[in-house]
Every structure is written in C-alpha cells, then in structure tokens.
C-alpha cells in the first residue's frame, strides 16, 4: 500500500476476545500476509458471501424466555455490578 493510499485509508480499532490475536497472527503467517491484510481478506470473503453464509441454528435466547434468561444472567453478576445496574435504574 502507497503512503498516500495509507492516509486515504479508513481506520477502525477493534478489541479482539482473549487468544483471537494469536490465532489471527498464525493465519496471516501461513498465508503470508500482514494482519491487517489477512482482516481485510476475510471480512470481504465474508461480506461477499452475505447472508447466505449466516450460521442457521437455535436464538442465542428462546423465545418467550427472555426474562427468565436476563434474570439469570443478572443474578450471576458479582453483588457490586447487580447493584451499579440497580442504581441506573433508579
């Protein structure tokens, strides 16, 4: 990429979950790419490809279920973050 092309290019951060770093290093290793580039490669595959690529499968919540599963998840919560999301809504 020319250094004009560098300045004309979007930039976005994006925080990757824990290990996907190194998993993304490795890919672009063996195919021989920058990480940026190897980002760049897979999200046009992947937005090339759109919507038929979608996975197909169970709601990440059922429905009709919702509450139940919001209030569990609620409860998991250390007391301290139960009771900063208490305070929000007072």
Sequence with gaps: MTSSATT???KFVVR???GMRA?????????HR???????ARLQHSLSN???TLPHGEPAIPDGNE???????FRRLPAGKQQ???????
């Design 8 to 10: 004309r290019a979007e």
């Design 16 to 18: 990757f979950p824990n």
């Design 23 to 31: 998993s993304v290093a490795e890919a672009a290793g063996l195919s």
């Design 34 to 40: 920058s990480m940026n580039a190897e980002i760049i």
């Design 50 to 52: 759109w919507p038929t």
């Design 67 to 73: 509450e139940a599963y919001l209030l569990e998840r």
């Design 84 to 90: 900063a999301l208490l305070a929000l809504l007072d």
